[in-house]
């Protein structure tokens, strides 16, 4: 193309009308090779972007495969801390379950509260000798000799005591019963009529 032009520059002798024709020639020729470049990239652009789409899906896999790895191993370090967490926790409650019931079984002893032993073992006690009791009421009874009834003495009246501890609750006293035929005596003072 720039041959002819240099051409159609030599020879000036030449028409414009020659000249106008060579120009349209020219951007003709030019137009052709605009739409051959165009048409060439089309079909290589669709190759390569058939390529590149390929190359995309193998990356994707790759990495979700990666992805998937990773969140695997991160989910399987979260449950071994949650469950040595879960384990620690568990022993500390354990230890302050522990600590809470003897702080309880203390209080309640010093408060004279039977423990769950205690009831145990004086029920046990009770049976034995519910079972002791019916073996002798199944033997025969052996004829005893009472002995005669004693007369109770008298008892004077103590000074009080005073201290800081409380008194115990006394036994029950029981009373000697005198035979019917000896005179009631009385202590304390005696009132005469006159």
Same mark, same amino acid.
């Given at each position: 193309?720039?041959?002819?032009?240099?051409?159609?520059?030599?020879?000036k002798?030449?028409?414009? +009308?020659?000249?106008?024709?060579?120009?349209?020639?020219? &951007?003709?020729?030019?137009?052709?090779?605009?739409?051959? *470049?165009?048409?060439?990239?089309?079909?290589?652009?669709?190759?390569?972007? %058939?390529?590149l789409?390929?190359?995309?899906?193998?990356?994707?896999?790759?990495?979700?495969?990666?992805?998937?790895?990773?969140?695997?191993?991160?989910?399987?370090?979260?449950?071994?801390?949650? @469950?040595?967490?879960?384990?620690?926790?568990?022993?500390?409650?354990?230890?302050? %379950?522990?600590?809470?019931?003897?702080?309880?079984?203390?209080?309640? $002893?010093?408060?004279?509260?039977?423990?769950?032993?205690?009831? %145990?073992?004086?029920?046990?006690?009770?049976?034995?000798?519910?079972?002791?009791?019916? +073996?002798? +009421?199944?033997?025969?009874?052996?004829?005893?000799?009472?002995?005669p009834?004693?007369?109770?003495?008298?008892?004077?009246?103590a000074? &009080?005591?005073? $201290?800081?501890?409380? &008194?115990?609750?006394?036994?029950?006293?029981?009373?000697?019963?005198a035979?019917? @035929? *000896?005179?009631?005596?009385?202590?304390?003072?005696?009132?005469?009529?006159?």
């Amino acid at each position: 193309m720039v041959k002819k032009l240099q051409k159609l520059s030599a020879d000036k002798k030449k028409s414009n +009308a020659q000249l106008s024709s060579t120009v349209k020639d020219s &951007a003709q020729q030019i137009w052709l090779a605009g739409l051959g *470049a165009f048409s060439k990239a089309q079909e290589e652009g669709g190759k390569v972007f %058939e390529a590149l789409v390929k190359e995309g899906l193998t990356i994707q896999r790759k990495t979700q495969a990666v992805a998937e790895e990773k969140i695997t191993e991160a989910t399987s370090r979260v449950t071994t801390m949650a @469950s040595d967490i879960g384990s620690k926790a568990q022993g500390q409650w354990d230890k302050l %379950e522990n600590i809470f019931e003897d702080r309880v079984a203390k209080a309640l $002893s010093k408060l004279g509260v039977p423990s769950a032993r205690d009831l %145990e073992a004086l029920s046990a006690r009770v049976d034995a000798l519910a079972k002791g009791k019916s +073996a002798t +009421a199944k033997a025969p009874a052996k004829p005893t000799a009472k002995a005669p009834a004693k007369k109770a003495p008298a008892k004077k009246a103590a000074p &009080a005591k005073t $201290s800081a501890k409380p &008194a115990a609750k006394p036994a029950p006293v029981k009373k000697a019963v005198a035979p019917k @035929s *000896a005179p009631r005596t009385t202590t304390g003072t005696a009132t005469t009529t006159n």
